[in-house]
């Protein structure tokens, strides 16, 4: 939950102030990486790549089964935003893309189909999350897969019209995602904590009883 903070925080941060020239509908939030307050958007991107091992985590702890294909595509949303973190694209105009443009876009676009494949296994998994909030993230699954044909499309057929638009509210929908999911490990943890304290003064009845009152500890 904190990386999520930190990461819409530093990222709100990295937009205010820049001046004429910097149009979130047109730029991406990769192009304002370059501004001078650029470290605040490397800021969030470290910040939600860290974010996923510590929901693995959690999700494990609250009885998620994670191991396969789960692991393998944070583990990628991860690496794909850390490598994007420290490998810069190219100043918006340039005709063509450098190698290391290339390997921020590809890296990118990995990472922004990784996580909803991710989330949709995970709710399937995860019986923590509920019938509602199990829909929600299937819905904003779906919603992502609209958002990365969108994103294709303004990218290359569409000259990049309205490209900052739709890349905001596609890294926002996965956000999204993310919260819902760690919100339901909360609560899971939160039920384990519960139950735990529950159950402990039973078990220490029973314990001082002794085997002569072991019906009592019982009831």
């Given at each position: 939950?904190?990386g999520?903070?930190?990461?819409?925080?530093?990222?709100?941060?990295?937009?205010?102030?820049?001046?004429?020239?910097?149009?979130?509908?047109?730029?991406?939030?990769?192009?304002?990486?370059?501004?001078?307050?650029?470290?605040?958007i490397?800021?969030?991107?470290?910040?939600?790549?860290?974010?996923?091992?510590?929901?693995?985590?959690?999700?494990?702890?609250?009885?998620?089964?994670?191991?396969?294909?789960?692991?393998?595509?944070?583990?990628?949303?991860?690496?794909?935003?850390?490598?994007?973190?420290?490998?810069?694209?190219?100043?918006?105009?340039?005709?063509?893309?450098?190698?290391?443009?290339?390997i921020?876009?590809?890296?990118?676009?990995?990472?922004?189909?990784?996580?909803p494949?991710?989330?949709?296994?995970?709710?399937?998994?995860?019986?923590?999350?509920?019938g509602?909030?199990?829909?929600?993230?299937?819905?904003?699954?779906?919603?992502?897969?609209?958002?990365?044909?969108?994103?294709?499309?303004?990218?290359?057929?569409?000259?990049?019209?309205?490209?900052?638009?739709?890349?905001?509210?596609?890294?926002?929908?996965?956000?999204t995602?993310?919260?819902?999911?760690?919100?339901?490990?909360?609560?899971?943890?939160?039920?384990?904590?519960?139950?735990?304290?529950?159950i402990?003064?039973?078990?220490?009845?029973?314990?001082?009883?002794?085997?002569?009152?072991?019906?009592?500890?019982?009831?």
């Amino acid at each position: 939950m904190l990386g999520l903070v930190t990461a819409v925080v530093a990222t709100v941060v990295g937009h205010i102030g820049l001046g004429p020239g910097y149009d979130p509908l047109e730029l991406t939030i990769s192009d304002y990486a370059l501004s001078n307050r650029g470290v605040t958007i490397e800021i969030a991107m470290v910040a939600l790549a860290i974010a996923a091992p510590a929901l693995l985590a959690g999700l494990r702890a609250a009885g998620a089964a994670v191991r396969g294909l789960p692991t393998v595509l944070l583990s990628i949303w991860s690496a794909g935003l850390l490598v994007a973190a420290i490998i810069p694209t190219d100043p918006p105009g340039m005709s063509t893309m450098s190698t290391a443009a290339l390997i921020h876009r590809y890296t990118s676009v990995a990472a922004f189909v990784a996580l909803p494949i991710a989330a949709a296994v995970i709710a399937g998994r995860f019986a923590g999350l509920g019938g509602r909030m199990g829909a929600t993230v299937r819905w904003l699954c779906v919603s992502c897969v609209v958002g990365i044909g969108a994103l294709w499309y303004v990218a290359f057929p569409g000259e990049r019209i309205m490209m900052g638009l739709v890349e905001r509210g596609l890294v926002a929908v996965e956000i999204t995602i993310l919260t819902v999911i760690t919100v339901a490990v909360l609560r899971a943890t939160r039920r384990h904590i519960a139950v735990d304290r529950a159950i402990e003064p039973l078990t220490l009845v029973g314990a001082v009883s002794g085997p002569g009152h072991r019906g009592s500890a019982e009831a």
